[in-house]
């Protein structure tokens, strides 16, 4: 799970949401915030309708699209802050050291999974070398120390719990492995685009315009960190936010959330390759690039009431 700040609060991408149909924090007049507690609730309340705007996984906004679901990404979420954790005495150097052993990944269809079946094809590991077993992410890290599993695949902070607590260690890191990877995105339903056009194009501005906040200096993903560990947001506890955003400060990277097609032609080629997706699917089925293009910067701010309250 990783963190960004829009407009004059946070959203935390994940299972997350911007909506005008349901009670949350307002999102500087944009939206309400909504936050869910898995993937399958956020994807059914997207397409029911109950939801306009959501960070779903890539793989899954491409899926939606694909089944006719009157869905487009319009922006990134984030960049790496996806990790492979070992223990910390582990003698592995590289995935392929872990070959006959249970990793967990948070779901077939997370970036997480298919950052695993990359670095298989890059050390030679062939479907079944490895157990994968679906876990949800705040789960890991204990089954890790319990000795159920052998590594996990999650996005941050799960990787980082462990690491901050002295028993597990990164194996891989996306910013070392993959450093044009993409995992969350900003997803839109068609409907507002067709009717409040003006509304998605301020909601990219701030998405885009927070990334490049967040990059900018490191007082900014202090900040941002001790908002998003409000438990208006999320609850976790700011130390460890902090810990991702510092350790190193590339952990996790915002500041350049356009859409580029070669990327997503990667993380869709590999979804297919790992029989995710059941096909290729053409980049126009599921991206919109006109708000992208016509991004205007506008200034972010956090004050410290914002961070309390």
């Known amino acids: 799970m990783a963190m960004r700040h829009t407009s004059d609060t946070a959203a935390a991408h994940g299972s997350s949401a911007a909506t005008h149909d349901m009670d949350g924090m307002d999102l500087g007049g944009i939206a309400t915030y909504a936050k869910y507690s898995g993937w399958p609730e956020l994807k059914e309340a997207f397409i029911a309708g109950r939801l306009r705007a959501a960070y779903l996984l890539a793989p899954m906004a491409m899926d939606l699209a694909d089944k006719g679901i009157p869905v487009r990404v319009v922006a990134l979420g984030h960049r790496s802050g996806a990790v492979i954790m070992v223990r910390t005495e582990d003698r592995a150097k590289n995935i392929g050291d872990l070959k006959g052993k249970r990793v967990a990944i948070p ?17 030679g590991l062939k479907d079944g070398d490895l157990e994968l077993i679906e876990m949800a992410p705040p789960d890991m890290p204990a089954a890790l120390h319990a000795g159920s599993i052998a590594a996990y695949a999650t996005g941050e902070p799960f990787g980082a ?14 910013r070392d492995e993959w450093r044009d990877y993409i995992c969350c995105v900003l997803t839109v339903r068609k409907e507002l685009i067709d009717e409040h056009p003006e509304v998605v194009q301020k909601l990219v501005n701030y998405v885009l315009s927070a990334g490049d906040w967040l990059d900018a ?7 941002a960190a001790e908002l998003a560990a ?3 947001f999320f609850g976790q506890d700011p130390k460890l936010l902090k810990f991702v955003m510092e350790h190193p400060p590339d952990r996790v990277t915002y500041g350049d959330l356009r859409l580029v097609r070669r990327e997503f032609d ?19 089925t ?12 506008v200034p972010i701010s956090v004050s410290k009431s914002d961070t309390t309250r």
């Open 107 to 123: 779901s077939r269809l997370a970036v997480d999974h298919l950052f695993v079946r990359r670095m298989m094809q890059k050390y």
């Open 161 to 174: 719990k462990a690491q901050m607590a002295g028993y597990a260690r990164p194996l891989h890191m996306t």
């Open 217 to 223: 200096a490191p007082a900014n993903r202090t900040a």
């Open 230 to 232: 409000n438990p208006s």
């Open 266 to 284: 990667a993380v869709m080629n590999l979804a297919v390759d790992a029989k995710v997706l059941a096909h290729p699917i053409p980049y126009e």
């Open 286 to 297: 599921y991206v919109d690039e006109r708000f992208m293009r016509a991004f205007k910067p």
